[in-house]
């Protein structure tokens, strides 16, 4: 069974400071997604990481995929409030049709 | 253009009682998804779909949960009898068949099992 453990699971800081979330397995996954879910809502996907070592950018944050495809980190520069939520990955051995979570990590920002 | 469409928003039953999840995915794609989230355990794939075809249900936790696409643009997930246990948030998902292509998720359907 492929698992993927998300640090921290509760994060809670102040406007403007700086976090990383992690994403691990043992496991070796084609592609990690993560994924941002708000109350009362579905995930939606921020970015998608196929290549080992690969760094995506999206405005304040950063991703990255490990270079042995086993793990994953996610890096919020100078978070906002409106960076609030349930941040999850999800790992993926098919292509992405099949998708495994991990528990996720809920960030609350403070202004 | 509209997305995933569940119904019902929330859901309130009696243990027993058979409950019916109702999906409607976003026209063209080829995939559907059947997820559960709970505190406990996070987000958890039941069943997907493609092509209207079950692929993969070795997640439907036991033979009381039943999962149904009769055609391209409606899919239900069943219980029968729901127990409290089957409470959490059920989200439907879809996705066109190309690869590492995004899911996109639904509402959620909030199950509540007295």
């Known amino acids: 069974t492929q698992l993927l453990e998300q640090s921290p699971q509760f994060l809670s800081i102040q406007e403007g400071e700086n976090l990383t979330v992690y994403c691990n397995s043992s496991s070796v996954f084609s592609s990690l997604q993560w994924y941002r879910q708000e109350p009362g809502e579905g995930p939606v996907l921020l970015v998608t990481v196929v290549t080992g070592g690969e760094v995506k950018k999206l405005k304040r944050l950063t991703f990255q995929f490990g270079d042995a495809r086993k793990d994953s980190s996610l890096h919020i520069t100078a978070a906002q409030p409106g960076d609030t939520g349930l941040y999850l990955c999800?790992?993926?051995?098919?292509?992405?049709?099949?998708?495994?979570f991990g528990q996720g990590t809920r960030l609350t920002i403070n202004p | 253009d509209a997305g995933v469409i569940q119904s019902p928003r929330h859901e309130v039953t009696e243990m027993g009682q058979e409950v019916t999840l109702r999906c409607k995915p976003i026209?063209?794609?080829?995939?559907l998804f059947w997820y559960r989230q709970t505190m406990m355990r996070g987000l958890e794939l039941l069943i997907y779909?493609?092509?209207?075809?079950?692929?993969?249900d070795s997640g439907m936790p036991e033979d009381r949960f039943s999962a149904k696409m009769p055609n391209a643009s409606f899919s239900t997930l069943k219980i029968q009898p729901s127990e409290p246990r089957d409470s959490a948030v059920y989200f439907c998902?879809?996705?066109?068949?190309?690869?590492?292509?995004?899911?996109?998720f639904g509402p959620g359907t909030r199950l509540t099992v007295l």
């Open positions: 998902a879809s996705k066109t068949g190309t690869s590492f292509g995004t899911q996109y």
């Open positions: 026209s063209g794609h080829d995939y």
């Open positions: 999800a790992g993926d051995t098919q292509g992405a049709q099949k998708l495994v």
């Open positions: 779909f493609n092509n209207n075809v079950p692929i993969d």
